[in-house]
């Protein structure tokens, strides 16, 4: 029910931006998060906003770097100053249960994933 798009190939330095939208759901009555899993690893989450006031909350190794959004019924994350240890696959997801949760299993609807890759 979520679609997540917009990865790619990118140079360290480079921006991106990626995109959440909703299919058979009102994404607006959800907090909306971005998590990454990098090879091998857990999946992470870097990124989250509240519905209503729209309260963002990050992870710190993405701080002053990654920047969520929302507008109307998408939600982005827009990745600026990209490094190789960036490259991952994002997910966005989404939970009507908890705002500011970076816990997999606070979220009940997750995209399929779009690739992200950081090398020269």
């Not at 798009?5 to 998060?33: E, I, K």
């Not at 600026?80 to 979220?107: K, Q, W």
């Amino acid at each position: 029910q979520l679609v997540d798009s917009g990865g790619g190939l990118a140079q360290p330095g480079d921006a991106l931006r990626l995109s959440c939208a909703a299919s058979n759901m009102t994404l607006d009555y959800y907090a909306v998060a971005w998590f990454l899993q990098a090879p091998g690893k857990e999946r992470d989450g870097v990124a989250c906003i509240s519905n209503g006031d729209g309260r963002t909350y990050y992870a710190d190794s993405v701080k002053g770097r990654f920047t969520i959004s929302r507008d109307n019924a998408k939600v982005y994350l827009q990745l600026d100053s990209l490094r190789p240890e960036d490259t991952a696959v994002y997910y966005c997801a989404a939970t009507s249960l908890v705002i500011g949760s970076f816990y997999v299993r606070d979220y009940d609807y997750w995209g399929q994933g779009t690739q992200v890759t950081v090398s020269s």
